[in-house]
Structures are given as structure tokens and as C-alpha cells.
């Protein structure tokens, strides 16, 4: 029974993402909200890479190697992740800066939340309590994750169709994740594949943070973009505090 509890808890927590779509319902001046929005959600990005992201690949990867080999695979593995961003970002290089900034955005999400889904599928099949944790954890990480991808859609597209379909397809991501997990890799996963995982992933995100979503907001209002980073690591620091106490 408890690999359905695992289903359930994966589709909530991902699901989480769509409460990022009613960001675009803010009202004010468009090019604040663009740039508050997004600088916003790079800073939480960045944060929960540096803090979560990384230091979960090194402890999954010093399972089976010595401390300074896991540093190394990790660092080798971000590298290929920021990397592959960069020759993703290429092939959308003439679509809009501020749509491509949402693109981009969902194609990192969905990379970050496929494993998110295997992980929380598998470990509340071992221990409920411990899943549902990790999912109220995810729950309030996807929600900002959320907002960097409609804000940047609906404001380059205005069309609010798209935007849903783009943050709930980033969102369902995690489910599918959790579903690949129950049907296939459930008896072959391991910590080596999982810290992989997270590295490359690391490196997506810092990436997507940095270059797309903290650059792009400085283009709308460059005045006070940089201190909504520092809200986004602010929050995403005290989201790790509580679930840790």
C-alpha cells in the first residue's frame, strides 16, 4: 500500500508548482514585477543548489567513494550540467530574451524534478513520515520554481493558456518521475546514480539562476533586482532551517 502513498505524496508535491502560476496575477508596474519575480526566484534557485543540491550529491556519492573522490565527481558532474545548459540555451537563442527565459526555466525544472519524484517516491515507501517531510520541503521549493516560469511565459506570450500548460507540464514532471520509479527503477536506483544526478542538476540550476533569471530581471529594473535574490536565499534559508529543526 505504501507505494501508492508515495504516488499520492509525489503528484501533491509536485503538483505545488501551479501555486507559482497566480503570480501573474499580480497587479503593478509590469517591468517590476518581471524583475522582482525573477530575480526572486534565481536567488531561491541558486540557494537550494548551493545548500541542498550540492551537499546532497557529495553525501549520496561518499557512500561507495572517499570524501575528496565525491567532491571531484560532483564538481566534474556540475560542470557537465552548467555546460549542457549553455548548449541548450543555443538552440533557443532567437526566441524572445523573456521567453526563453521561461523555457529554459521549465526544461531545468522538469530535469530537477524528475529525480525530485524518484526520491520522494522512494523514501516514502520506506518511511512515510520521512516522505511527507521531503514533500512539504519540495512543496515549498516549487512554489517560487513555479513563478519563474509563468511570470517570464505569460508576460512575453499573454496568453494564460500557455503559461498553465507550461508550469503545470513542469509540475506533473515530478509525478512522472515518482511513476518511472514504481514501474522501473525502483530495484536499480542507487546513491552513485541519485548524486550523479543532483550534480548535473546543481549545475542546470545555477546556471538558469545566474545567467537567465537574475540577468534578465536586471534588463526590467535594475535598481532593486539584486536585493530580491538576497529575499529568494533569504527565504529558501529559513524554508531549510525549519524543516531541519
Known sequence: MNKYYGLIISFIAGISTLIGYFSIYIRGNKEKVISYSLSFS?????????????PSSIKDLSMNNSLVKSILICIIYFLI?????????????????LYRTGILSMIGIILHNIPEGIATYVLSTI????????????????????????????YSTNNK?????????????????????????YKYINNIMIGILFSIIAGIMIYIGYYELIKTSKKYNLEYSKFYSLFGSIFILIVEIILKM
Open 127 to 154: 518511511n512515510l513520515k520521512l516522505g511527507i517531510m521531503l514533500a512539504i520541503a519540495i512543496i515549498l521549493h516549487n512554489i517560487p520554481e513555479g513563478i519563474c516560469i509563468a511570470i517570464p511565459i505569460y
Open 81 to 97: 550540467g552548467f555546460i549542457l545548459c549553455i548548449i541548450i540555451e543555443k538552440q533557443f537563442k532567437k526566441l524572445n530574451n
Open 161 to 185: 493558456n500557455k503559461t498553465f500548460l507550461y508550469t503545470f507540464i513542469s509540475g506533473i514532471s515530478e509525478f512522472i518521475g515518482a511513476i518511472l520509479s514504481m514501474l522501473i527503477l
Open 42 to 54: 534565481g536567488g531561491v534557485m541558486i540557494t537550494l543548489s548551493l545548500i541542498d543540491l550540492i
